[in-house]
T-cell receptor, first 114, second 114 residues
Framework: DVKVTQSSRYLVKRTGEKVFLECVQD?????MFWYRQDPGLGLRLIYF???????EKGDIPEGYSVSREKKERFSLILESASTNQTSMYLC?????????????FGEGSWLTVV | AQSVSQHNHHVILSEAASLELGCNYS??????LFWYVQYPGQHLQLLLK??????LVKGIKGFEAEFIKSKFSFNLRKPSVQWSDTAEYFC????????????FGGGTRVLVKP
């Protein structure tokens, strides 16, 4: 089974702090994604990456950046956390960029910014 | 840009009742369609997907969905629900021209009363 592991399940950070959310997948997938999940809004794509050191903006990239230095690891960075970034963050991966490939999700990281 | 609309935010029903969740999308080209489920405390899992061919697709746990191209709909059904079907359900669309990115609907929370 594909395993997508998010290192932190629950975090509480202060406004203005720099926040790192880490994600690792163990199936040698090329694609990795970061989504945020909010009630009533579903999942919205923040950033994705098709390869090491490559990144593309999703639908809501403002206030976020990402890093992919190794194929198995994809980090989401909040340079200066704000209260409106309180949310559930989901990391995901898929084999490659072929349309329709199944996307596998991690268990999520609950971030509260106070 | 494509969008996905799920008509019901919350559904409450009793065990053995039938379930139908509506999903409509807006996109002019060809798409792949998905339903994901998120059980309480668990990661998002794929229920079923439609790529082409028979518009009636069967998934895991007795779920099925029907693609009606003329209505841009992909409704999810289950004839007889169980308490264990309590979860949040997400419809998602992947335009075939957009690589492997998913756009999700807002989700429907389903509560099955024992």
């Amino acid at each position: 089974d594909v395993k997508v592991t998010q290192s932190s399940r629950y975090l509480v950070k202060r406004t203005g702090e720099k926040v790192f959310l880490e994600c690792v997948q163990d199936m040698d997938h090329e694609n990795m994604f970061w989504y945020r999940q909010d009630p009533g809004l579903g999942l919205r794509l923040i950033y994705f990456s098709y390869d090491v050191k490559m990144k593309e903006k999703g639908d809501i990239p403002e206030g976020y950046s990402v890093s992919r230095e190794k194929k198995e690891r994809f980090s989401l960075i909040l340079e200066s956390a704000s209260t409106n970034q309180t949310s559930m963050y989901l990391c995901a991966s898929s084999l490659d960029r072929t349309s329709g490939n199944t996307i596998y999700f991690g268990e999520g990281s609950w971030l509260t910014v106070v | 840009a494509q969008s996905v609309s799920q008509h019901n935010h919350h559904v409450i029903l009793s065990e053995a009742a039938s379930l139908e969740l509506g999903c409509n999308y807006s996109y002019g080209g060809t798409v792949n369609l998905f339903w994901y489920v998120q059980y309480p405390g668990q990661h998002l899992q794929l229920l079923l997907k439609y790529f082409s061919g028979d518009p009636l697709v069967k998934g895991i746990k007795g779920f099925e969905a029907e693609f009606i191209k003329s209505k841009f709909s992909f409704n999810l059904r289950k004839p007889s629900v169980q308490w264990s079907d309590t979860a949040e359900y997400f419809c998602a669309v992947n335009p075939k021209a957009a690589g492997n990115k998913l756009t999700f609907g807002g989700g429907t929370r389903v509560l099955v009363k024992p």
